[in-house]
């Protein structure tokens, strides 16, 4: 039943001369240091996806129709002893998986009948699957990603794809016990990945299909889920992954975003596009698995973005993609080729790595190995007594992400004119926007958005005197006016700014505040 087909126990090393030392352990090699080391255990099992429940203390796993008679089932893993403890079947093809917050009821995404069930831990019985409707032409919807809304467990979003086309995202949708609420996102360029915000009436979502690559903010209420706003250019990448944690949302490709603020406030160096990520803010530390001649899990101190430590993980196959925090001091992520790592140092607990010193405990032919602590310039036998020792400067013990204060932004003023041209005119509306004290804001953007077909998305940025202007794409004579409706304001850079749309006003009174019509000259 699976089973643990290697043990390895590497050493934890921010020193690339020690990395080449211990790069081919064999299995039954232990090497140690001062104070912390990794522990590897590789599973040799298919899997589509892996999640952890903490308050089962088990990793659940969908196992693909590939692994024969424990196929299309969901397994339950014993992550301290790389146990597989059960096997329940649960339908055609399972893979994506979603956890309700209290632990209770996990979502199975089901590709071969294009549907979603839930499974009840507590009572070990998997509900009727249900399905996420169709497209008249495309076909049936899948599911791309889901979240397990705050609440009953009952509610889940769906951010649902198309198979075979391209772009193949078909809007987000909210699902009550199975049963669709009205209003779903626009499909073809929309949110592939999203994240539940710690309020059931927010989700997050990331374009990584095209060029746009918008980060998104999505409404939510009884009628369904809607787009509230759009920003680019915090995030970049195509198949780039999101984890949200508190007030923020953390890119795989290194970004962090304060979600609520549209705006970047940092970037772990070093980080490629095809890493993975996983934030744990309880201990201080965000970790990135990243590809490339080896596969490695980087560490880095959340409140100052700097580098911790790294743990090579050895004889990967494949394309690694879910990788989960478990236990105390536990990282754990499934392969394409037919793997599960189980992963546990002091590196994920978030003690401070101290500067190591190394001492081997060889194996019975112990030729891969020195005999004490290597030298700047090892050889085949290391003096006994070497010329120096490598160091490594601890971090000192993190703390909690600091969590800018935004300052309230709002609509103070807007104002409305038109330009002619030969067979059509265009709108043009100047936007003032103040703080709380109802003084301008400089560098706040403005996002909106127009009426009708023609126009759609725009946005600015206010000058010194909080002003701004956009204008409408060309809007033909026979419309005789237009609207724009202010839906964000947001910054990128600097004090983030937190929008207040009830504090919008217009002294003028041609608007109130959010919105306003602009007729034709």
Known sequence: MGGITRFLVAIVSVLSLVAALLAVPSPDASVSSAGYEAQIREMGFATNDIIYNPVTKRIYASVPDAAGTVGNSLAVIDPSTGAIESFTPIGDEPYKLALSGDG??????????????????????????????????FGPYYVEDMEVLPGDGGTIAASRMNLGISPRHAGVAIYDN??????????????????????????????????????????????????????????????????????????????????????????????????????????????FLTSGTADVIQAFDQATFAF?????????????????????????????????FLIQSPIVSGEVVPTPTITAMPSATPTSFPSATPTNTPTATPTSTPTSTPTATPTSTPTSTPTPTPTIAHVADLDGTSTEAKNVWQAIVTITIHNGSHNPISGAMVMGSWSDEYTGDTSCTTGSNGQCTVTSAGVPKRNGSVSFTVNNVSRRSGTPLMYAPAENHDPDGDSNGTWIIVDRS
């Open 104 to 137: 209770r009821y996990l979502y199975v995404a089901l590709k071969g009948t294009a549907s979603v069930r839930r499974f009840d831990i507590a009572t070990q019985t998997a509900e009727p699957p249900f399905s996420l409707g169709s497209d008249s032409f």
């Open 178 to 287: 199975g049963v669709q609420r009205p209003n779903a996102t626009a499909r073809h360029t929309g949110s592939n990945v999203i994240e539940v915000a710690a309020t059931a009436a927010r989700l997050y979502g990331y374009n990584n299909e095209t060029t746009e690559f918008g980060f998104r903010r999505m409404d939510v209420d009884e009628s369904g889920v809607s787009v509230f706003d759009v920003t680019t250019d915090l995030i970049s990448g195509f198949g780039v992954d999101i984890v949200n944690e508190g007030s923020y949302v953390y890119a795989s490709t290194g970004e962090v975003v304060y979600a609520e603020a549209g705006m970047l406030v940092g970037t772990y160096p070093g980080i490629g596009f095809s890493a993975l990520v996983r934030p744990d803010g309880a201990v201080g530390r965000t970790f």
């Open 308 to 340: 911790v430590g790294s743990i090579e993980v050895p004889g990967v196959n494949g394309t690694s993609s879910s990788l989960i925090r478990w236990g105390s001091d536990g990282l754990a992520f499934r392969t394409s080729g037919g793997q599960i």
